[in-house]
């Protein structure tokens, strides 16, 4: 199985502030990683697939770039309600998902 | 706009089975582009796969949860099914639905269904 891995676990930030997630898998997955967004008590909601296309009405604001096994997610002007857990996920093989980012203030 | 809506018992007693349905509305489970997964999460834990189906019933397993998971599709009714054998407390989660889209990414999600493994 493909593992994923994310750093950091955990980050405050302000708002305004650029903010970059990254994950990395055990093996080449080419693009074939998607990002996250989960608030408490609510589903995930997808930002990035293709490890850079934006998903339909996701602020530009996010952004994701990468290949291979090196993927980063990128916020460039942290808003208020971004505040969240962050996943990747690879769906090179079957799927996994990263341990998940907290972004809090 | 494509709805997924997860149902079933939200408390299961240990050793018996977990059965939940997902409810696909506002599209087609039919279309040969999408798989439909099942994806859980353990209170205040990240998200787990279960597996995947298409239409036609080809599935696909995680490895870790193969040996007592089953994922079935009635086309007739939109919806699909998970099933987990031998339920431990370690089941507990909130266990979601969802399509997955382009790369195989998991597009749209139900709201997710509480699932508590106790006697």
């Known amino acids: 199985d493909i593992q994923m891995t994310q750093s950091p676990s955990s980050l405050s930030a302000s708002v305004g502030d650029r903010v970059t997630i990254t994950c990395r898998a055990s093996?080449?997955?080419?693009?074939?990683l998607n990002w996250y967004q989960q608030k408490p008590g609510k589903a995930p909601t997808l930002l990035i697939f293709?490890?850079?296309s934006l998903q339909s009405g996701v602020p530009s604001r996010f952004s994701g770039s990468g290949s291979g096994t090196d993927f980063t997610l990128t916020i460039s002007s942290l808003q208020p309600e971004d505040f969240a857990t962050y996943y990747c996920q690879q769906s090179f093989s079957r799927v996994t998902f990263g341990p998940g980012t907290k972004v809090d203030i | 706009q494509l709805q997924l809506q997860e149902s079933g018992p939200g408390l299961v007693k240990p050793s018996e089975t977990l059965s939940l349905i997902c409810t696909v509305s506002?599209?087609?489970?039919?279309?040969?582009?999408?798989?439909w997964g099942w994806i859980r999460q353990p209170p205040g834990k990240g998200l787990e796969w279960i597996g995947s189906i298409y239409y036609s019933g080809s599935t696909y397993y995680s490895p870790s949860l193969k040996s007592r998971v089953t994922i079935s599709v009635d086309t007739s009714k939109n919806q699909f099914f998970l099933k987990v054998n031998s339920v431990t407390a370690a089941d507990t989660a909130v266990y979601y639905c969802a399509r997955l889209g382009h790369s195989r990414s998991l597009d749209y999600w139900g709201q997710g269904s509480l699932v508590t493994v106790s006697s």
């Open positions: 293709a490890a850079s």
């Open positions: 093996q080449s997955i080419s693009t074939f």
């Open positions: 506002g599209g087609s489970i039919t279309s040969s582009d999408y798989q």
